[in-house]
């Protein structure tokens, strides 16, 4: 099962305006980390949020986790069409044997001109 | 090499036969990991190798999968006895993970598009 689920799974917005997408999880976490694809290829690492962190920031994304609703989420602002991709939530899952990161289900984010 | 390379990048096979999939870490990265995603949907973790050793196999989906990891480097992931159902893209990434939690991020190659007609 997923360990981490997006919301909402599609998402459309114009140029220039600012996107959210949110994470929720289910078991307690070290790390959680956004991840973004295009054309169903590989993910490219966007940022990473300890469990002790609040909110980070890098260029125009905002990352904010709140641990005791076991919830993230991702902040673009001034969107651009560069923009349109998927993003993924990812968690690291403690196993019993080992920790292994798990990703969300994904948000599907279009950016028109 | 400047990242993790994954061949062959397209992969066609008939239902029933057994087909190979490798991937080449960035040097030096100690932690490798297999997902697969099918269309649409999110990454479901197979396996992942701390050196040569796979801590926990518990995501491989049934005995037909096999993934070996040699010399701390080259990887790659057995399917036998394809099934449609193993239609997907298999995802490889790599990290510098040295300790029990990933506290790292990965680096992903650009997958094998596997297609078992």
């Known amino acids: 099962s997923q360990q981490g689920e997006e919301d909402p799974q599609a998402l459309s917005i114009q140029e220039g305006e600012n996107a959210t997408m949110n994470c929720s999880y289910k078991t307690s976490i070290n790390n959680l980390q956004w991840y973004r694809q295009n054309s169903g290829r590989g993910l490219v690492h966007l940022i990473l949020i300890r469990s002790n962190e609040r909110e980070k920031h890098s260029g125009r994304l905002r990352v904010t986790l709140d641990t005791s609703k076991k919830s993230s989420s991702l902040l673009i602002t001034a969107s651009r069409a560069a923009d349109t991709a998927s993003y993924f939530c990812a968690t690291d899952l403690y196993t019993g044997t080992a920790s292994k990161l798990t990703f969300g289900t994904g948000t599907r984010l279009q950016v028109t001109l | 090499g400047a990242g993790v390379s994954q061949s062959p990048s397209n992969k066609v096979t008939e239902k029933g036969k057994d087909v190979e999939l490798r991937c080449d870490p960035i040097?030096?990265?100690?932690?490798l990991y297999w997902y697969r995603q099918s269309l649409g949907q999110g990454l479901e973790f197979l396996i992942y190798?701390?050196?040569?050793?796979?801590?926990?196999k518990s995501g491989l989906p049934s005995d037909r999968f096999s993934a070996e990891r040699t010399g701390g480097s080259v990887s790659t992931l057995t399917i036998q006895r394809t099934q449609q159902e193993d239609s997907a893209v298999y995802l490889c990434?790599?990290?510098?993970?040295?300790?029990?939690?990933?506290?790292?991020?990965?680096?992903f190659g650009s997958g094998t598009q596997l297609s078992v007609l």
């Open positions: 040097s030096g990265h100690t932690a």
């Open positions: 190798f701390q050196g040569n050793s796979a801590p926990d």
């Open positions: 990434a790599s990290s510098s993970r040295v300790g029990f939690a990933t506290n790292e991020k990965l680096f």
